[in-house]
């Protein structure tokens, strides 16, 4: 842990196995371990009613923050763990704003989607408030400065980078909303078997052969890392495994992979089966034995292909096989199964069923069992022969597990009983009648109950007793079966990566500490599979104190001349203008996704890339409406933003696609300049921040004046205004440019969708107007020559008609001003 509780709230339906967990590292710190973490922490199981989404939303949206200097109150966003450090202070129902209003606020500062972080939290409230109620007096006004909450913030847990639910569902990381903040809920949670569709983790997903390889790499994908060692081992593992001189082993580990069960499953199961709580009282299913010998076998495969990965010594991963995978012990589990289990047999009977020669006792049943068909012919001979003649044809002997020996009988179809039912003397005992036949039971038959008993019974019994043994035996194993599946886990997620790397075409990134972003020929992983021919693009900026322009990370092709004359510093900031359709989105979304995957420890689509380690992604682009927000989409912006902006280091990378499209044009037009301005005056701690922006008034009318940090780009596409037809004046190259594009070919990219030519060319006009400055309103009352032409007409008309004496011949002085003015179109 790396945070410093001093108290950790659990719910009361926590498994105790997490409670004895928690102890153990409270009494270790006890034993004098404390120094890593201060003191140790205390346990308090609280009702899980307190933990629960919709009254914490509540209680949160009730809270008031005093906004004075005071202690704080954090969020863990994966949730697991919600700390209360100290004291805070909670307004008592008399929320200053409704609680709808504070609830949007809240969404600007933490995820309120999370379910487990919101209910954690309302645990937390339900802590600090239950406290300052044992303090304090109603209305002391004490407990409002012993308890106050000062802020509330979302923090991610130590190593991994910070992407919430907006983050992973806009850049396509994920495909399902309710996935996200599954994956701090265990492995048994997190749906390894389920369909993932087309996303970057649904890319991989389907590469993984195991299904605890699909829960660590949903993790995997969940949490990227920002420790460069983990991800650089990631990466090495990667890299070896895809030299050509390793690709048998790799393909051989791929192999026995894909033949192995989770073990973590699979000991669950094994116990349930033994204490008989789970399927089938008669010990754990055939498939349970199965799994673990096969488990065995091909974790002592995969040992051996370790053993011959070509240059691996160093791979930490080969390490942990090699110290892990216990030859003698896993044969030795392989062994004692193989020598115990009678797989055909089982297979056949529909239970686990011992090998001959395991257990004298149990043979000897067996023998038994297996000799009394004849024996049971001779019996039913024997019967037959005090039965009168003509009834006697038809009478067998059977024998029934549990309900013994039984003479079987046909049965009268008019009386319902058998066709013989003994002498007067001794008659026969009825048990059952089946549709053709009656079964009794009679002295003999009951002379070779108590002789055989149930045999089959004990044979069962028997061999149930030998099956619990192994079982013991092999859940002494437990911990290295269980720890040698992980490990296959991790196996599984780094052969998915690698093929990944092969199938998408990925290179190796080269993670660094500076704050680099250095990506060339960098392409949009999905978006590649859907067009045919995809234009790879150049990314070049840097974040926090911005880095000159040093050799490695001069710029290579002519698409990016120098960005900063003056001052040879890289960019934190770069702005990317152009025509719709031209590709903004996709670029924005692909630096973000090769950000990402580089974090994941997976190779990433370009042609080479430098990465400085990130802590933060976040994104503001339009994709979707969520169903369970009840908000427009431009609140939904504004609280991605919000979000962005409170929680940006000058190592995180926002990525703000067309923000403040969703309002009036020049509100949107002044936040989005506000937005880029205030990110560009944090100087040193500026995030780096790819925007895309229609608003070339931000620029043209100085909203954001030239900055340091700040540089433009362009989708380059080329004008054809010789070109007849207005949807084929304008091809998009898809290539990034330096400098800013001043047309958004806005009305060509209607024509191309088929809006009619009139309103387009009538469009044209208007935007050379308003790029001029004019006067929108007086230029859409001018004219056109010939309207002019004919209004003067008109006029000339209205006063010569107004002038006439109309009183003396209406009708002729009508004619003869229609005459007269004969090319006045509009009365003629
Ligand atoms: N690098 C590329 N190579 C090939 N095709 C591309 C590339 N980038 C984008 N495209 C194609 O162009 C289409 C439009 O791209 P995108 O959505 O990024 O445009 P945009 O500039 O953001 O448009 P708008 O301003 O309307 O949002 C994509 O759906 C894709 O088919």
Known sequence: MFIDPTIILVSSKLDDSVLDRLDLERKNMDDGDSTAYGMPALCSPRPSSEFLYDSARCRLADLKLDHEDGPKVTFTTPGDVVIGRDEGYIADGDAFETRQGQLLKLAGWIDVESRVTVGCSGAVLAYIRRKRAATFLPGDAAARAMHRISTIEMFTLAGSMFVNADTLLSLQIVQSESHPHSHNQGPAKANSGSKEGFSVYGLFHNLARTPQGRVLLRQYFLRPSTNLEVINERLDTINFLLRTENTEQTEALTKNLSK??????????????????????KGPPNS?????????????????????????????????????????????VGKSITEIIDFELSLDQGRNVVKHGVDHDLDELKQTYEGLESLLVQVAQHVAQSVPEGLNTDINVVFFPQIGFLIAIPQDPITGHGIFEGHEDDPWEKMFTTEDFAYYKNENVIEMDSYFGDIYGRICDREIEIIHELAEKILQHEDLLTTASDICAEIDCILALVQGAKDYNLVRPRLTESNILDIRGGRHILQEKVVSNFIPNDTLMAGGEGLPLAEQYEPSSENFPRLHEQNNMLPSMVLVTGPNFSGKSVYLKQVAIVVFMAHVGSFVPASRADIGVTDKIMTRVATRESVSRNQSAFMIDLQQISVALNLATNRSL?????????????????LAAGVFNHLLERGDQCPKVIGATHFHEIFESGFLLPHERLAFGHFEVRVDPHSRQINEQLTYLYNYKQGRSNNSYGTVCAALNGIPVEVTNRAEELVLLAARGEDLVQACAVVSER??????????????????????????SLRELLEGKGSYGVLS
Do not use: C
């Not at 989770?262 to 089966?273: C, D, E, F, P, S």
């Not at 011959?308 to 942990?320: H, M, P, S, T, W």
């Not at 926002?654 to 002044?670: Q, V």
């Not at 002019?788 to 009183?807: H, T």
């Open 260 to 281: 192995i069960k989770n073990m973590r499953t699979v000991m669950i199961n094994l116990r349930k089966g033994i204490s008989g709580t789970g399927p089938g009282k």
């Open 288 to 332: 349970i034995w199965a799994g673990i010998r096969l488990f065995a076998y091909h974790a002592l495969q995969i040992k051996d292909s370790f053993q011959e990965v070509f240059g691996g010594d160093r791979l930490a991963i080969r390490n942990k096989v090699m110290k892990h995978f216990h030859g003698t012990q896993l044969a030795d």
């Open 654 to 670: 926002l990525i703000i696609d067309e923000f403040g499209k969703g309002t009036d044009s020049h509100d949107g037009a002044g």
């Open 787 to 812: 309207e002019r032409e004919e209004l003067e007409d008109a006029e000339d008309v209205a006063k010569a008609f107004f002038a006439m004496r109309v009183s003396d011949d209406p009708k002729a």
